[in-house]
T-cell receptor
């Protein structure tokens, strides 16, 4: 069990560019969550998957954000036409929902800086 | 709606106790507590479910008042390693029980000094 991994760890991009982040959950974890965290705030829910199905997406999430989890394994989060307000730490978490283990295991995050 | 945590920050000497509170205006299905150290990912501490079930690490205790939609985290005999920011995450009773779609508070920064 190697834990949740996220790539890249840091991303600097210019406003208007598209970026894509990847999350590899703990193997056999069927739930995968994406959060965004800015300085001094708690993680903010973005979306989550049960296997390959996207079950919920935050109403606060712009149409510029899209996430996928093909085949129910790794997940990608894409932000199109980035804005300076998108600068944040993007966290991914996975959990073995249904097993009695309620813990969400967080990855180290991808820090996005939009210039 | 974001839960409200109090206090915002607390400084303890090693061995002292602390209570961190989390309050929601919505009916809750579960409350989750996480600790995050600077530059690191949040780490799970405890979950409290409607109906009384609790799961978490041995040295952590917490309570959940379902009627008041409030939870408290009790840190006893604090150690230097307890330093970090503590977040409560709440799951609405209307979001679909067991979705664990969490709304986190702004956090309580705990500093333990020798």
């Amino acid at each position: 069990d190697t834990g949740v991994s996220q790539n890249p760890r840091h991303k600097i991009t210019k406003r208007g560019q598209n970026v894509t982040f990847r999350c590899d959950p703990i193997s056999e974890h069927n739930r995968l969550y994406w959060y965004r965290q800015t300085l001094g705030q708690g993680p903010e829910f973005l979306t989550y998957f049960q296997n390959e199905a996207q079950l919920e997406k935050s109403r606060l999430l712009s149409d510029r954000f899209s996430a996928e989890r093909p085949k129910g394994s790794f997940s990608t989060l894409e932000i199109q036409r980035t804005e300076q307000g998108d600068s944040a730490m993007y966290l991914c978490a996975s959990s073995p929902w249904g097993s009695g283990d309620y813990e969400q295991y967080f990855g180290p995050g991808t820090r996005l800086t939009v210039t | 709606q974001q839960p409200v945590q109090s206090p915002q920050a607390v400084i303890l000497r090693e061995g002292e106790d602390a209570v961190i509170n989390c309050s929601s205006s919505k009916a809750l299905y579960s409350v989750h507590w996480y600790r995050q150290k600077h530059g690191e990912a949040p780490v799970f501490l405890m979950i409290l479910l409607k109906g009384g079930e609790q799961k978490g690490h041995e040295k952590i205790s917490a309570s959940f008042n379902e009627k008041k939609q409030q939870s408290s985290l009790y840190l006893t005999a604090s150690q230097l390693s307890y330093s970090g920011t503590y977040f409560c995450g709440t799951e609405s009773a209307y979001s679909g029980a067991g979705s664990y779609q969490l709304t986190f508070g702004k956090g309580t920064k705990l500093s333990v000094i020798p």
